[in-house]
């Protein structure tokens, strides 16, 4: 039983960084990189549908992104749907792709995406310790309830503790190279 309490703790710790991951690669460092789209919708005849499901994102240079809509029809409204996010781009619309030029960040901006970073990386520990406060109190109510000895529930929270502190310093990684990507010019 302890197995499972460690083994449920360990998967909502990798999902925790698996969130973070993800919120990290939506946060825009003045490299282009598709992904900034993923949260721009379209509506595509009535439908609400994602950019990246009616285009193909390239990115032929660092400081440009490329999109080439499966259907031409739809060039404006990507047009307008970019404007309208607060990436703050400008795309330009030849006829054929959507240009979308990457400005570098200015200083004061860079400060503020490694702000934003801080605070993904402080909501993922603070995952990772719920996931541990949980094991810990499952761990004390089997103990309590004589399922499991005393020596079982401290080693088990022992080994929870082990894992936080692993996910918490890969948590700490994740941060450091973010923000070395970010305010690198």
């Given at each position: 039983?302890?197995?499972v309490?460690?083994?449920?703790a360990?998967?909502r710790?990798?999902?925790a960084?698996?969130?973070?991951s993800?919120?990290?690669?939506?946060?825009?460092t003045?490299r282009a990189?598709?992904?900034?789209?993923?949260k721009i919708?379209?509506?595509?005849?009535?439908?609400p549908?994602p950019?990246?499901q009616?285009?193909?994102?390239?990115?032929?240079e660092?400081?440009?992104?490329?999109?080439?809509?499966?259907?031409k029809?739809?060039?404006g409204?990507?047009?307008?749907?970019?404007?309208?996010?607060?990436?703050?781009?400008?795309p330009?619309?030849?006829?054929a792709?959507?240009?979308?030029?990457?400005?570098?960040p200015?200083?004061?901006?860079?400060?503020e995406l490694?702000?934003l970073?801080?605070n993904?990386a402080?909501?993922?520990?603070v995952?990772?310790r719920?996931?541990?406060?949980d094991?810990?109190?499952s761990f004390k109510?089997?103990e309590?309830d004589?399922d499991?000895g005393?020596?079982?529930?401290?080693?088990g929270?022992a080994?929870?503790?082990?894992?936080?502190?692993?996910?918490?310093?890969?948590?700490?990684?994740?941060?450091?190279?973010?923000?070395q990507?970010?305010?690198?010019?």
């Amino acid at each position: 039983m302890p197995d499972v309490i460690i083994r449920t703790a360990d998967e909502r710790m990798k999902k925790a960084i698996a969130a973070l991951s993800h919120e990290f690669s939506s946060v825009r460092t003045g490299r282009a990189a598709g992904a900034i789209f993923e949260k721009i919708t379209i509506d595509y005849y009535g439908a609400p549908t994602p950019l990246l499901q009616l285009a193909g994102v390239s990115t032929p240079e660092p400081q440009l992104l490329v999109i080439s809509p499966y259907d031409k029809s739809i060039m404006g409204a990507i047009e307008k749907a970019i404007l309208a996010s607060d990436l703050g781009l400008n795309p330009s619309n030849d006829g054929a792709v959507i240009r979308v030029p990457f400005p570098a960040p200015t200083e004061e901006r860079r400060r503020e995406l490694v702000k934003l970073c801080h605070n993904y990386a402080e909501q993922a520990r603070v995952a990772v310790r719920n996931a541990r406060r949980d094991a810990n109190d499952s761990f004390k109510k089997q103990e309590k309830d004589g399922d499991i000895g005393q020596d079982d529930a401290r080693r088990g929270e022992a080994e929870v503790q082990k894992k936080t502190d692993s996910y918490i310093k890969d948590i700490d990684d994740l941060l450091k190279r973010k923000e070395q990507e970010i305010m690198e010019v």
